[in-house]
């Protein structure tokens, strides 16, 4: 399996930026996406942003212009950088793999365990 760790969350005020980052048990270099998503309190988690295992990304309209995402095989780790932050950003934001270890293996999927990131002045 891939245990994903999410780090990089907190407090920043309105319109300011954190980077969040997603660092995989193994090597990301096979894994056919990657993705971000967010949960705030009483919501539903929220789709965010995906990176393919060939580097083409997608963002939902909500953070498009504001919010990259990248990916760094070498170092195993996702990036979410998120910039021009707003109070409604604020949310517990999660990092997923989709990925298929071998040939013969089930596709599958792994979520990390959050990050709090929070907007207020």
């Known amino acids: 399996q891939v245990q994903l760790v999410e780090s990089g969350g907190g407090l920043v005020q309105p319109g300011g930026s954190l980077r969040l980052s997603c660092t995989a048990s193994?090597?990301?270099?096979?894994?056919?996406?990657m993705g971000w998503y967010r949960q705030a309190p009483g919501k539903e988690r929220e789709f965010l942003a995906t990176?393919?295992?060939?580097?083409?990304?997608n963002y939902a309209d909500s953070v498009k212009g504001r919010f990259t995402i990248s990916k760094d095989n070498a170092k195993k780790t996702m990036y979410l950088q998120m910039n021009s932050l707003k109070p409604g950003d604020t949310a517990i934001y999660y990092c997923?793999?989709?990925?298929?270890?071998?040939?013969?293996?089930?596709?599958?999927?792994?979520w990390g365990q959050g990050t709090q990131v929070t907007v207020s002045s």
């Open positions: 193994r090597s990301i270099s096979g894994f056919n996406a």
């Open positions: 990176i393919t295992g060939g580097g083409n990304t």
């Open positions: 997923n793999a989709d990925f298929q270890l071998c040939i013969e293996c089930p596709r599958s999927s792994s």
